[in-house]
C-alpha cells in the first residue's frame, strides 16, 4: 500500500516549492561542481580546491588523540575554551599587531566560513549593499543573498596586481551600502595589500561608515612584506570583524577551527547566533589548535617556505609556457591569464581536464574580472606540479595551433 500523500505524487516539483526563492536562486559552488567531473580518477593531477597537502603536524595531533584519552569530549563554553582564546589574543598581537580581549572579543567558529556568516547574519538588514572585491573567495555574496543583503561586485585588475583600489571602491558606495568584504591575501588571485594600500580604503571606510568584515585566512601564507591586518590600521580596529583561522596555516581543514574577533558589541550579536547554531567548535580541535599556537609556529614556518619555493616555481613556469601572470605574493595559488589561447575560462578549464587530465578552476566562478583567468593552486609536491606544468604547455601549444 502506498502511504503518500497524492499531494507529493510529483515529489521534484512539489518539494522545491516548499524551499527559500533566495536558497533555490543560489548557484551550486563553481569549485566543488568541476571538480566533482574529476571523480577518481588517477591520472588526472589536480591544481583545484584550496586544501595543504600537508597533514596536520604530529604533535597536534597527538595532543588531540590524549585529550580523547582523558575524555575531553564534551561541550566547551560557546566563545570556546578560554586558554584558546588567550592564546589567539597573544599570537594575533604578536604576529600582526592586534590586541582583543579573549573574554568578550573573541569567538571561536566552525571554521572561517561559519564567522564570515555569523558576521553577515548579525549586520544584515534585509536591502542593505554588501561591497565585496572580485574575484573573490565564492562564498561571500551567496551568503549575502541568504541573509538578505545585495552583494556588489567591485572589479579588481591585473594592472593593478588585484589590489582593492580606493577609486574602485568609491566608485561603487551608495546610501545602502553597509558592510565592506575584505580577502587579502586573496583566494583566488594571491594578491596583498600593504599598509600604504590600505589607508586610503580606511578613509572611505570612515567616510562612509562601513563595517568591514576582514577574511585573513591566508595572513601567514605572505611571501613579500609581512601581513598588515585591516584591523591594525588607525582608528579601523572597532569598524573591523577579523576572521581567520587554522585550516591553511597549520593544516587543519578538516578539523573546522577558525575564530573571528571585534568590537564587543559585534562579537556578542554574532555570539548569540553562534550558541544557537552549533553551541560550540569542535572540544578536539580547539586542543589541536591550542598546541599549534604554543608549540607549532615552526612546523608552519616550514610549510609556508616550501609553498614559497612552489609559487615561484609556477609563476616562472606559466611565463615559461607564454601565458602572462602576475606574481602573488599570499596564499597558495596562480592565476594565469588564458586570454592568448582564445579560449573562455570555461572551455579552457574543461580542455584542460579531458585532453590533459590537469584540472584547475574556470576564474570566471570568482565573479567580476575572473573571465579570461584560471586558478591553480599550488598546494601539492613539486613533482606534481611539475608535470602538470607540463602537460598545460602541451596543451597550450596544441590549442594555439589549432587558432
Known sequence: ???KSEAFTDSNKAMSSYLSPLVREIPSSGIRKFFDLVGSNKDIITLGVGEPDFTTPWHMREACVYSLERGFTSYTSNAGTPELREAISEYLNEQFDVRYDPKKEIIVTVGGSEAIDLALRALIVPGDE?????????????????GGGIPVGIETFAKDEFKLTAEALEAKITPKSKVLILCYPSNPTGATMTYEDWLPIAELVEKHDLIVISDEIYAELNYGDKHVSFASVPGMMDRTILVSGFSKAFAMTGWRIGYTCGHPDLIAAMLKIHQYTVMCAPSMGQVAALEGLRNGLGEKDRMVEAYNQRRRLMVEGFRDIGLECHEPRGAFYVFPSIQSTGLSSDEFAQRLLTEAKVAAVPGNV????????????????????????DR????????????
Open 130 to 146: 554588501i561591497l565585496v572585491p572580485e574575484p573573490c573567495y565564492i562564498s561571500y555574496s551567496p551568503i549575502t543573498s541568504i
Open 366 to 389: 570568482f565573479g567580476l574580472g575572473g573571465e579570461g583567468y584560471l586558478r591553480c593552486s599550488y598546494a601539492t609536491s613539486v613533482g606534481q606540479l611539475t608535470e602538470a606544468l
Open 1 to 3: 500500500m502506498n502511504l
Open 392 to 403: 598545460i604547455g602541451h596543451f597550450v601549444e596544441k590549442v594555439k595551433k589549432e587558432g
